[in-house]
């Protein structure tokens, strides 16, 4: 063979190894708004009880290292994974330029990768990652990247209501989900199945397959006062904050909703997506309420001009309680006790509150968007 020829064949080698869209075995597993997020099913590997694999993302313009030192235009990371502990590490991540150049590689020592496992919650990408990974480990075949795009998961919150594991949430968020999970802020995931449903007051008891160390009392005998101070824990935007419980105060603004509604109050307590279903705590660490919605602020702008902010609405504790009863739920109630610390009734709320994931299929998002909950 000439020489030439020979040169070009090493050439074009080069480049194919350089170029990380060059493998075939790239699978196109989600898309964003500025980045396509790639997976290498042919990198999947188990070793020494972790499953390895690797994720390319191209990004719609070139974007800055940390270092500054290098403009790149896609990555390509190689992880590692514990599937039941549900936790994931870095082990390289490799920058790339718009022409496919190899531009750094950072490579950690496994020493390093396995002191910066992190866990991984119950629902974004990385969590469809780590679910696709660990599947191929096992020699599964899962859901193609565009069947899993038809599904939806929506996250809220829940209270527990009783040590067997009942757990009271609300029916917006619960409704036409193919499988419901929950997660406690310990991160341990348990499938959970709804057993009743009361959707004129947006409220769904659900049992899960486990029993719980806490569960909430509710107050009972002494009336919402407007003023008093309030406690609101849930999982609100847990993609950006995380899968803690979060913690926010506020006010009873009102004892009645919208145009006077009696089975609604109203709450200064800022609220997101995420809290729908959360307790709400009076200075007693009792539940005096239920997350159910909040005003649709920017529709109010449209409508008068004046953007409202921090109007919540909870489902009265009174309501929950008579639900409970209704179904034959176990709870604990009792009067107002002495007013508690902000913090020991955050440390009451958190022990109380799990993060609820309803998964449902395409046919579920058109429910899902008309609940207009939190």
């Not at 995380?242 to 089975?263: C, H, I, K, M, Q």
Request: glycine residues 10%; positive net charge.
């Amino acid at each position: 063979m000439r020489r030439s020829t020979v040169a070009r064949l090493l050439f074009c080698g080069l480049i194919l190894a350089a170029a990380p869209a060059a493998a075939q075995t790239w699978q196109l597993f989600a898309t964003g708004k500025t980045t396509k997020i790639y997976f290498d099913r042919a990198s999947v590997r188990e070793d020494e009880g972790f499953v390895h694999y690797r994720v390319r993302i191209e990004y719609g313009e070139p974007r800055d290292s940390r270092d500054r030192k290098h403009r790149y235009k896609s990555s390509v990371s190689a992880q590692a994974a514990q599937c039941e502990a549900r936790k994931v590490a870095l082990t390289s991540v490799i920058l790339f330029d718009d022409a496919g150049t190899r531009l750094s590689e950072n490579l950690r020592t496994p020493e390093r990768w396995r002191q910066a496992l992190a866990d991984v919650g119950a629902d974004g990408l990385q969590a469809r990652l780590l679910q696709h990974a660990c599947a191929l480990a096992k020699g599964g075949s899962p859901n193609a990247p565009a069947e899993r795009a038809a599904a939806k998961t929506l996250i809220g919150a829940g209270v527990v209501v009783s040590p067997e594991g009942m757990i009271v949430t609300n029916h917006h968020l619960v409704q036409g989900c193919a499988s419901i999970s929950v997660l406690d802020p310990q991160k341990q995931r348990t499938a959970a199945t709804l057993v009743g449903a009361d959707a004129a007051n947006d409220l769904a008891l659900l049992k899960a397959e486990r029993t719980f160390p806490a569960a909430a009392s509710f107050r009972s005998g002494a009336p919402l006062q407007a003023g008093e101070a309030v406690t609101v824990v849930g999982y609100p935007l847990a993609g950006i904050l995380g899968f803690e419980p979060n913690v926010t105060f506020g006010y009873v603004s009102a004892v009645g909703g919208l145009r006077g509604d009696a089975s609604r109050f109203q709450i200064s307590a800022p609220i997101h997506k995420g809290n729908s279903g959360g307790p709400i705590l009076g200075q007693d660490g009792q539940v005096i309420g239920i997350v159910t919605s909040k005003l649709d602020a920017l529709a109010v702008q449209k409508r008068t001009g004046d953007l409202p902010q921090n109007i919540s609405f909870g489902v009265r504790g009174e309501i929950a309680q008579t639900f409970l009863q209704t179904h034959a739920a176990r709870f604990a109630s009792g009067a107002g006790g002495r007013k508690l610390e902000n913090t020991e009734v955050a440390a009451i709320g958190r022990s109380i509150t799990l993060l609820v994931a309803c998964r449902r299929n395409a046919a579920g998002d058109a429910d899902s968007a008309a609940g207009g909950g939190r």
